[in-house]
């Protein structure tokens, strides 16, 4: 038995050399659960890698092809490559930052899911304090074993109020 589990290290260590280790994991990991668990789950962790900045976790969560919709008068933004850019200029204006969620509602029809949220965000934009609250809802597509965001649209419905941060 000591001998096999060494073989599985081994066999482990080769995979994370190529890259491969967390995918094997993660797919196994969503195959256990039903897919509404699934997505309710990657949905809190999306909005988890979010926050704290981390694009590269992020990535996992969304379609290459992504269409991204905020809550500013601006074109949609398509494609990773280009949400990447606008998410990373956002970043780069935010000091701290906190995203409450509430009032979740998830569909699933098929291959297709939806997922509708209100949000409270608060931060350091700019300087500034302030505290934002909108709506997200995202469409997902099953893509062979994990769900992936292909539509993002959050809309702020109003700032609910703004400071200037003090020195």
Do not use: C
């Not at 350091?124 to 909108?134: A, K, M």
């Not at 995202?138 to 994990?146: A, E, F, P, S």
């Amino acid at each position: 038995a000591p001998l096999a589990g060494q073989a599985k290290k081994k066999k482990i260590k080769k995979r994370e050399a190529r890259g491969e280790a967390a995918s094997v994991r993660d797919s196994k990991s969503s195959m256990a659960l039903p897919d509404a668990q699934s997505i309710a789950r990657d949905v809190s962790e999306m909005l988890g890698y979010w926050q704290i900045g981390d694009a590269d976790s992020l990535h996992k969560y969304y379609a290459d092809d992504v269409v991204v919709v905020s809550g500013e008068w601006q074109p949609p933004v398509i494609g990773w490559g280009n949400y990447l850019k606008a998410y990373q200029a956002q970043r780069a204006r935010l000091t701290g930052g906190r995203m409450d969620r509430s009032n979740t509602l998830l569909k699933i029809n098929g291959n297709t899911a939806w997922v509708t949220y209100q949000f409270l965000f608060s931060a350091t934009v700019d300087g500034r304090s302030g505290e934002f609250r909108g709506h997200t809802s995202l469409v997902l597509n099953k893509q062979g074993d994990r769900w992936v965001i292909v539509l993002n649209h959050s809309s702020a419905v109003g700032d609910a109020g703004t400071t200037q941060a003090s020195a």
